[in-house]
């Protein structure tokens, strides 16, 4: 009779034992399960937290395309003053980016691209009548490489407008300004 019972006590051990197993390897994938979720939920906001940047970004766009068209309908008047002084006194200033900390100020200066406007497919990006005064684009951005690539991907030859070279590197270090 002992040895059934060992033998009964010992199976009731090991069934024991192999549910307690069991129950910890359920207990240790539904932490790790709890685990991914909370991770796919904080991911899950981040994307909707951007995408609500990006509409209101694009919304921001769409207000400005609207008022740029309206602008566009709209007969600019610059010749307030007569001849030569108006073309000296008008100076049209482009800025790019805010002052922030850390950012500096770089002055490029922005000419019409020659017989752009004569192009059939010609789309300025601005006011075509500001082109015959001073034009400068004004960048905020951590430095002279930065700054340079945000007028150029704005200001380029396909929107009529050319940057010049001519000193701007020495205008722009020059022009750096602390905000």
């Known amino acids: 009779m002992t040895s059934e019972m060992l033998l009964a006590l010992f199976c009731i051990g090991a069934t024991l034992l192999f549910l307690g197993i069991r129950r910890a390897l359920i207990l240790r994938a539904d932490r790790q399960i709890r685990h991914c979720g909370a991770t796919l939920a904080a991911e899950r906001d981040a994307l909707e937290s951007k995408a609500n940047e990006l509409e209101a970004m694009q919304?921001?766009?769409?207000?400005?395309?609207?008022?740029?068209?309206?602008?566009?309908?709209?007969?600019?008047?610059l010749n307030?003053?007569?001849?030569?002084?108006?073309?000296?006194?008008?100076?049209?200033?482009?800025?790019?980016?805010?002052?922030?900390?850390g950012r500096?100020?770089?002055?490029?200066?922005?000419?019409?691209a020659p017989g752009f406007t004569a192009r059939p497919d010609a789309k300025a990006v601005v006011h075509p009548a500001i082109w015959r005064f001073e034009n400068e684009a004004q960048v905020w951005?951590?430095?002279?490489?930065?700054?340079?690539?945000?007028?150029?991907?704005?200001?380029?030859?396909?929107?009529?407008?050319?940057?010049?070279?001519?000193?701007?590197?020495?205008?722009?270090?020059?022009?750096?300004?602390?905000?």
Do not use: C, W, Y
Request: proline letters at 3%; aromatic letters at 6%.
């Open 141 to 179: 951005a951590g430095d002279f490489a930065a700054a340079q690539m945000l007028t150029r991907n704005i200001f380029h030859d396909g929107v009529g407008v050319t940057v010049s070279s001519e000193g701007a590197d020495e205008q722009a270090v020059a022009g750096a300004v602390a905000p």
């Open 80 to 101: 307030r003053r007569g001849g030569k002084r108006a073309d000296t006194a008008r100076h049209f200033i482009h800025e790019i980016g805010r002052p922030e900390p």
């Open 59 to 77: 919304a921001e766009i769409g207000a400005m395309k609207a008022k740029l068209v309206e602008l566009s309908t709209e007969k600019l008047i």
């Open 104 to 112: 500096n100020r770089f002055v490029f200066r922005l000419a019409m």
